[in-house]
């Protein structure tokens, strides 16, 4: 077309007016550390394992999850979940089931027969890993990632530690917990059973580079208490070990009709649940504070008195009898501290178990130079390197807060510690980025959806069988509750930049490969950072 | 084929012929007529296809025809007066834009006071406007006048508005000679616009242009206009060879090859003119040596032509219906313009404004006072002196000395009396 | 609602796009082939509401009419800043003709489009709020009764922005202007005046009457899709807020309009022949005072005495908006 001048021109012709240059401040990308993330004491990427099931991809959301942790079908049973209790969808409506999503991807794996890739590299390096709880696991786990032969010498019969010999089956169905081991030992993790190490420096001699210990804390703390030589005074330690050499019933420990659980941690719960379970007429937790102060997990305490064990709050035990005990009742004082009252009140028992807390059995640890204990834990600095150079450790051992999740997590992080150190080097993790809170994100933009309740098993089932309480989600389920994930921090691909620019300034990379700015066009208004859903953009000043 | 019929419809059935697509209507006298018979012929059939839209202004009419003429479509319309005024931001816009749409204007006198009647002041305020205009003196020059209008704004990408005067035209049943509809089509190519909306090839028009460009975007609109001097003759040629009459050019002349007096109009009053004429040529009454030079195409204003005209001449007598206030006639500056330098004496006489009659007797009384050399440059025909001159003496002595419409009218008897 | 709600995915239909969506369920805008009718290098403020909804109401068109479509733009904003020589940001036909005859000049290309194209192509007119509400009103009007075939979207800024930010029909009360000064025994804008021209061409029984706000994108291209559906007059009128007119920063942008939306301020609704089918139910409603307080045009209620009767009164026309709309029920 002959065009008039200057009146008429041609299309899109504004492209050579650069307004880049009116920018003030520019838009950048960034990847925030989600709370969830930031709360697991296992270090996964739980975001970004999420952003795969989200869209159906469970393998590789489970392989996403699966290089931090290797456990997630135990994971999503019994971890306590602190990511749950991070989420930021909390201030919307319920946090993201993230659990109940991890365990339907472990569970998915082991239906599916997912396997670990073979490691490319070998080191030559050997490592032994004592202890085959989730620390020892997960050290050995990563090792072997890392290119290390890793071997465990595990005590038991059966590996899996206190998984195994402390975990309640109903709430860890056993074959889960064979088919996590099960699938280490063929990625190459070696675990040689009924080997217990009594010397670690001399298990050292055998050709090994370097030495993980996770032996977990299985000796139960006792309290004193007056006992008549009728009663039955038992720990919990031996009682949920013995309950995992039970094959039938009348094999497991007797307890009687009425039985007095003393504590108020989660052990204090497993152990009158499994009462329950054996048939217990009466199972009562005695505990010296308040619901408040108990150190069980709220839902736990729950699950427990909605199968109808009870609770005695503010009480000790003053003694034991053939058939009852004494309690003292306890009043808290100005700090919240219990304080006896002089009030005392007899109930009937036919045993008490003890569920005080736990020890570590430090004997292999005797004249190991520069290595220091300190009530009763391995002091390890931040790489998890006790004094003595080349020995870790890690779990229950060598921390406070006793959970899976945390010795997960102290497996790992000691590997990648033990891996530089066989190289020669020292550990240092990387940074973390900013966290995203939920005042960065903009949350108008997620659709109202209240969590999914995982299915409860019947409540009659729950007082007189071990089968597992909480049931899995199925797919749909699951992908529902994926899809909750708000993607703290991070892209998820929402478009939302590339459609609210006014200045055409975001180009669309295409599916997994997010956004990019463009700069030439860019005028720094800041919308995209303002309707970024998940707060994944930030507006830094331009120089100059 | 010779048809008696009113000059509104001559034109209509002209328009039509000329196959327009689009053709926006709103009433106003005088030009009502014309739009009423296209738009029967358009709802009839017989016109088509073709786009036939009652708008709700004239500034809405020419935005509509902006609008289809932008689009690709031949677009038509026609107004008068108030109408070409209420128009006017659009009609600047239209040729700035270079559209080639075809205006009719009914000549009429612009308000207040309120006027129905014929004059040439409102194309004339349209003179910059950047359309090209054409006056007709006669219903068969404002027929022809159409089909050839088309042709040259669509040729140049410029609007051209065909000038035809108020009731004494529109109103006027005379014998006229239609083409047919193959003679148009031979004269008249298919419209192929200079710059269209079409989603094949998208362009914006209408940008905004600031002082890098603005001088040379207007230059251009004065030299595309420039182009239509030598155009108009050529298409009058060419229609003279389609049509087998004389029709549109420049200019026309009557007995002004050995004239020393020539007397310059516009429109249906070159008629009088020349019976006036033929009537002071003769011997009896003198056999003055005066001739007419007749102006069809004012804008462009053909410079050249007029000045080859009059260069033989002593004189000219610009008569016009027009009256820019506070200087003189608007014609006659163009006039002027043209002959610079030649020396010639000049006259400008204002005549027939609102409808004023003007007659064979009131124009050879002036023509004879122009020949004696007796006139002012600025002349009024037939001005009631002695009305205007009571007004002037009641402005100078009464403060509020009232509406001076009314005060004539009343001076006039027109209106019941009442004193100031 | 004018869209059909779709399952959950993280984010419904509220965001832009969703990696998650089917193709066919995602926005006109999150294509990366979308059109951009309006390119980048425009010379629209930093956060410009009127670029990005006119680029969000044009590619929707051009999507709806597979590229056949043909724009008349009236003066104002978003002309000066499209197509300054001897740049242009348009990349569909287009014309700029005048401030007030913006849907004279669209009718007249319908109508050409009827004859030479047998209507295949279709037009949309666009205008600010001044070229639709003011002094394009009597085109708007007569295109409307004529029933021209016809889209013509106002995106309204609540003002004369071009010009520097002056009062206009659609510029709310108390709102401070240029020539609605915050000084006076009652600062902004008058109360009483001014005109809701979706309600006037809702009178007119056109086929389609929409609002719609640039917060709600796809709210806003099912609208056009619609629109493009049906022949005949219809009309389009979408908020698009402006940093510099209203004082805001120029990252509320989207902001704004959604707290326009969900105070009751500006009620978004669909309408056929006369009648409201719809409407965008408020999701989580707010009081005025969280729209009005981010704006500096509205700074004179607030600060050491605020004017709590005059915030009470433009509650109560919000409070009007909702009853008179159903914006609180639900969709």
């Known amino acids: 077309m002959e065009k008039p001048f200057a009146i008429t021109l041609d299309p899109g012709s504004s492209l050579a007016n650069r307004t880049g240059s009116w920018r003030t401040f520019r838009p950048e990308y960034v990847d925030r550390l989600p709370p969830c993330n930031a709360a697991c004491p296992a270090g996964e990427?739980?975001?970004?394992?999420?952003?795969?099931?989200?869209?159906?991809?469970?393998?590789?959301?489970?392989?996403?999850?699966?290089?931090?942790?290797?456990?997630?079908?135990?994971?999503g049973r019994v971890c306590y979940h602190p990511c749950e209790s991070a989420c930021n969808r909390q201030n919307i409506d319920a946090a993201v089931g993230i659990n109940s999503v991890e365990r339907f991807l472990g569970d998915e794996a082991i239906k599916r027969g997912w396997k670990f890739h073979p490691s490319a590299q070998d080191s030559g390096k050997r490592v032994l890993v004592v202890g085959s709880g989730p620390a020892g696991l997960s050290a050995a786990y990563h090792l072997t990632r890392l290119g290390h032969r890793a071997v465990i010498h595990e005590a038991a019969p059966l590996a899996g530690g206190m998984m195994r010999y402390g975990i309640p089956k109903y709430r860890l169905p056993r074959d889960v917990l064979d088919a996590e081991i099960r699938r280490l030992v063929d990625f190459g993790v070696e675990i040689r059973l009924r080997t217990k190490v009594s010397n670690v420096?001399?298990?050292?001699?055998?050709?090994?580079?370097?030495?993980?210990?996770?032996?977990?804390?299985?000796?139960?703390?006792?309290?004193?208490?007056?006992?008549?030589?009728?009663?039955?005074?038992?720990?919990?330690?031996?009682?949920?070990?013995?309950?995992?050499?039970?094959q039938l019933p009348d094999m497991a420990p007797m307890l009687g009709r009425r039985v007095v659980v003393y504590g108020g941690g989660n052990t204090a719960i497993d152990v009158a649940r499994t009462a329950k379970r054996l048939g217990a007429e009466e199972a009562i937790i005695v505990y010296r504070r308040t619901r408040e102060k108990m150190p069980a997990h709220d839902f736990e305490v729950e699950e427990a008195l909605q199968e109808g064990i009870s609770i005695k709050w503010l009480s000790t035990i003053k003694e034991a009898g053939e058939d009852d005990i004494m309690i003292e009742k306890m009043a808290l004082d100005d700090k919240g501290f219990p304080q006896p009252t002089g009030e005392f009140e007899r109930i009937p028992a036919d045993s008490v178990v003890l569920a005080l807390g736990q020890d570590s059995d430090l004997g292999l640890l005797e004249n190991v130079p520069g290595l220091v204990t300190d009530k009763g834990l391995v002091q390890v600095d931040a790489a998890m390197m006790t004094g003595h150079p080349g020995v870790f450790a890690g779990g229950d051992m060598a921390g406070n807060e006793r959970t899976v999740t945390v010795a997960v997590g102290h497996g790992k992080k000691a590997a990648r510690a033990i891996d530089a150190y066989l190289r020669g080097k020292t550990y240092a993790p990387p940074p973390k980025p900013e966290l995203a809170t939920f005042e960065r994100m903009n949350p108008w933009y997620y659709s109202d959806a209240p969590k999914t309740v995982r299915p409860v098993l019947d409540i009659i089932r729950r007082q007189s069988t071990f089968e597992e309480v909480l049931g899995g989600l199925d797919e749909h389920n699951a992908l529902f509750e994926a899809r909750r994930c708000m993607s703290c921090g991070n892209c998820f691909e929402c478009d939302n930049c590339y459609g609210v620019c006014p200045d055409n300034a975001v180009i669309k990379l295409g599916p997994g490969r997010r956004f990019q700015f463009n700069y030439d066009y860019c005028k720094g208004c800041g919308v995209c950072a303002a309707e970024c859903p998940c707060g994944a953009i930030r507006m830094v000043p331009e120089e100059n | 084929?010779?048809?008696?019929?009113?000059?509104?419809?001559?034109?209509?059935?002209?328009?039509?012929?000329?196959?327009?697509?689009?053709?926006?209507?709103?009433?106003?006298?005088?030009?009502?007529?014309?739009?009423?018979a296209l738009g029967e012929l358009v709802k009839g059939g017989a016109l088509a296809p073709c786009e036939f839209i009652n708008v709700e202004s004239e500034f809405a009419a020419m935005?509509?025809?902006?609008?289809?003429?932008?689009?690709?479509?031949?677009?038509?319309?026609?107004?008068?007066?108030?109408?070409?005024?209420?128009?006017?931001?659009?009609?600047?816009?239209?040729?700035?834009?270079?559209?080639?749409?075809?205006?009719?204007?009914?000549?009429?006198?612009?308000?207040?006071?309120?006027?129905?009647?014929?004059?040439?002041?409102?194309?004339?305020?349209?003179?910059?406007?950047?359309?090209?205009?054409?006056?007709?003196?006669?219903?068969?020059?404002?027929?022809?006048?159409?089909?050839?209008?088309?042709?040259?704004?669509?040729?140049?990408?410029?609007?051209?508005?065909?000038?035809?005067?108020?009731?004494?035209?529109?109103?006027?049943?005379?014998?006229?000679?239609?083409?047919?509809?193959?003679?148009?089509?031979?004269?008249?190519?298919?419209?192929?616009?200079?710059?269209?909306?079409?989603p094949r090839e998208p362009v914006s028009i209408g940008a905004m242009v600031g002082p890098e460009a603005f001088m040379e975007v207007r230059y251009l609109a004065h030299a595309k206009q420039m182009q239509a001097l030598e155009r108009m003759p050529a298409y009058a040629a060419e229609f003279k060879a389609v049509f087998g009459r004389d029709s549109g050019g420049l200019i026309h002349t009557y007995r002004a090859?050995?004239?020393?007096?020539?007397?310059?109009?516009?429109?249906?009053?070159?008629?009088?003119?020349?019976?006036?004429?033929?009537?002071?040529?003769?011997?009896?009454?003198?056999?003055?040596?005066?001739?007419?030079?007749?102006?069809?195409?004012?804008?462009?204003?053909?410079?050249?032509?007029?000045?080859?005209?009059?260069?033989?001449?002593?004189?000219?007598?610009?008569?016009?219906?027009?009256?820019?206030?506070?200087?003189?006639?608007?014609?006659?500056?163009?006039?002027?313009?043209?002959?610079?330098?030649?020396?010639?004496?000049?006259?400008?006489?204002?005549?027939?404004?609102?409808?004023?009659?003007?007659?064979?007797?009131?124009?050879?009384?002036?023509f004879e006072q122009g020949m004696r050399d007796e006139l002012e440059r600025v002349?009024?025909?037939?001005?009631?002196?002695?009305?205007?001159?009571?007004?002037?003496?009641?402005?100078r002595t009464i403060r509020r000395s009232g509406p001076i419409a009314e005060n004539l009218l009343r001076d006039a008897g027109v209106v019941a009396a009442r004193n100031y | 609602m004018s869209f059909q709600p779709i399952k959950f995915y993280q984010t419904g239909t509220f965001t832009v796009g969703n990696r998650l969506l089917p193709p066919e369920q995602r926005s006109v805008q999150a294509s990366a082939k979308r059109f951009n009718s309006i390119n980048s290098g425009h010379r629209a403020c930093q956060g410009c509401g009127e670029a990005l909804g006119a680029r969000y109401a044009i590619d929707a068109a051009m999507e709806a009419t597979d590229g056949q479509l043909v724009c008349a733009n009236a003066t104002g904003c978003l002309e000066v800043f499209s197509t300054p020589y001897p740049e242009t940001s348009w990349q569909v036909p287009w014309i700029h003709s005048l401030f007030g005859n913006t849907a004279a000049v669209a009718t007249g290309i319908a109508a050409a489009l009827k004859v030479k194209d047998q209507g295949g192509t279709r037009v949309v007119a666009q205008g600010g709020d001044g070229g639709t509400t003011d002094i394009g009103f009597g085109c708007l009007s007569g295109m409307f009764e004529r029933n021209d075939d016809v889209l013509y979207i106002c995106y309204d800024n609540q003002g004369y922005m071009n010009t520097g930010v002056q009062r206009s029909s659609a510029t709310p009360p108390a709102a401070r202007t240029a020539t609605t000064m915050a000084v006076g025994p009652e600062p902004g804008n008058v109360f009483g005046q001014g005109k809701f021209v979706p309600a006037i061409a809702l009178a007119h029984d056109i086929p389609y009457v929409a609002t719609a706000t640039v917060a709600d994108l796809r709210d806003l291209e099912a609208k056009v899709r619609r629109a493009m559906e049906i022949r005949g007059a219809r009309y389009?009128?979408?908020?698009?807020?402006?940093?510099?007119?209203?004082?805001?920063?120029?990252?509320?942008?989207?902001?704004?309009?959604?707290?326009?939306?969900?105070?009751?301020?500006?009620?978004?609704?669909?309408?056929?022949?006369?009648?409201?089918?719809?409407?965008?139910?408020?999701?989580?409603?707010?009081?005025?005072?969280?729209?009005?307080?981010?704006?500096?045009?509205?700074?004179?209620?607030?600060?050491?005495?605020?004017?709590?009767?005059?915030?009470?009164?433009?509650?109560?026309?919000?409070?009007?908006n909702i009853r008179r709309y159903g914006l609180l029920e639900q969709a």
């Open chain 2, 379 to 395: 002349n009024f025909l037939d001005l009631d002196r002695k009305a205007v001159d009571k007004q002037l003496a009641r402005e």
């Open chain 1, 45 to 75: 990427n739980i975001q970004g394992w999420l952003f795969h099931a989200e869209g159906g991809d469970y393998e590789a959301a489970w392989r996403a999850l699966t290089d931090n942790n290797p456990l997630p079908a135990i994971m």
């Open chain 1, 201 to 246: 420096l001399e298990a050292l001699q055998d050709g090994f580079d370097a030495v993980f210990l996770g032996v977990g804390a299985h000796i139960a703390k006792r309290a004193y208490i007056p006992a008549g030589d009728a009663s039955k005074v038992l720990d919990a330690v031996a009682v949920l070990h013995d309950m995992e050499g039970a």
């Open chain 2, 257 to 366: 090859e050995d004239a020393e007096t020539i007397v310059i109009a516009m429109g249906s009053v070159l008629g009088t003119i020349k019976d006036t004429i033929d009537e002071m040529r003769l011997p009896e009454n003198g056999g003055h040596r005066i001739g007419v030079l007749g102006i069809t195409c004012f804008r462009p204003f053909p410079h050249a032509a007029v000045a080859a005209v009059l260069k033989n001449s002593k004189r000219f007598i610009v008569l016009e219906k027009s009256l820019a206030v506070g200087s003189g006639g608007i014609v006659a500056t163009d006039v002027r313009m043209a002959v610079t330098g030649v020396g010639l004496q000049g006259y400008t006489v204002i005549a027939g404004l609102g409808g004023r009659a003007i007659t064979i007797k009131s124009l050879r009384g002036i």
């Open chain 3, 236 to 320: 389009l009128h979408i908020l698009v807020p402006c940093p510099l007119g209203w004082g805001t920063a120029a990252h509320d942008t989207i902001r704004m309009a959604r707290l326009a939306k969900e105070t009751g301020i500006f009620p978004v609704f669909e309408a056929e022949h006369g009648e409201i089918r719809a409407v965008l139910p408020i999701r989580r409603q707010l009081p005025v005072e969280e729209y009005l307080k981010p704006q500096k045009r509205y700074a004179h209620l607030f600060g050491k005495q605020p004017h709590v009767e005059v915030i009470a009164r433009l509650q109560a026309l919000a409070d009007r």
């Open chain 2, 1 to 36: 084929m010779l048809k008696q019929i009113e000059g509104s419809r001559a034109v209509a059935e002209a328009v039509a012929l000329c196959r327009p697509e689009v053709i926006c209507a709103y009433p106003i006298s005088p030009q009502t007529h014309i739009v009423e």
């Open chain 2, 63 to 198: 935005s509509v025809a902006i609008g289809a003429s932008a689009a690709g479509a031949r677009s038509y319309t026609a107004t008068a007066s108030q109408g070409l005024l209420f128009m006017v931001e659009a009609v600047y816009n239209a040729a700035g834009l270079g559209l080639p749409i075809v205006m009719t204007v009914a000549n009429r006198a612009i308000g207040a006071p309120i006027n129905i009647w014929n004059d040439h002041s409102d194309a004339l305020s349209q003179r910059d406007s950047g359309w090209i205009q054409l006056f007709a003196e006669n219903n068969q020059e404002a027929l022809d006048l159409h089909i050839q209008a088309f042709r040259l704004a669509e040729e140049l990408s410029l609007p051209v508005m065909v000038c035809m005067d108020g009731f004494i035209l529109t109103h006027a049943v005379e014998r006229v000679d239609l083409p047919t509809q193959e003679q148009v089509d031979a004269y008249l190519p298919k419209y192929e616009p200079r710059q269209v909306l079409d």
